[in-house]
């Protein structure tokens, strides 16, 4: 297999480590909505804060989820996407 390809499924398959937490995809399903605060997805999903804050940062490691800073908050929203079609499909699978 070409090197390129080698690295496109190391990407994939880091991609889809991430996405194989059950917190990480309610927090992702919870930012699918719109943009929340930490505090709001660790209420809509009932985690602790810092659990979630920690989630959080592995999924914006990935680039899958960014933020901007309003006042004391930090907002997270989905990156592109392509994480929300990973979501949508995956459910729709599940539940066949
Ligand atoms: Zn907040």
Redesign the pocket.
């Known amino acids: 297999m070409k090197s390129s390809n080698i690295e496109d499924l190391k990407e994939m398959e880091e991609t889809f480590k991430i996405l194989g937490d059950r917190t990480r995809i309610e927090i992702l399903f919870s930012l699918i909505q719109g943009e929340k ?4 997805v660790a209420e809509e999903i009932d985690q602790e804060l810092s659990n979630v804050s920690h989630h959080l940062r592995r999924l914006r490691d990935k680039e899958l989820v960014e933020y901007k800073k309003k006042g ?3 907002y997270y929203e989905i990156k592109d996407n392509y994480v929300s079609k990973i979501l949508h499909e995956g459910m729709d699978h599940a539940r066949e």
Request: glycine share 0%; net charge positive; aromatic share 0%.
């Open positions: 605060c930490v505090h709001e004391r908050h930090k």
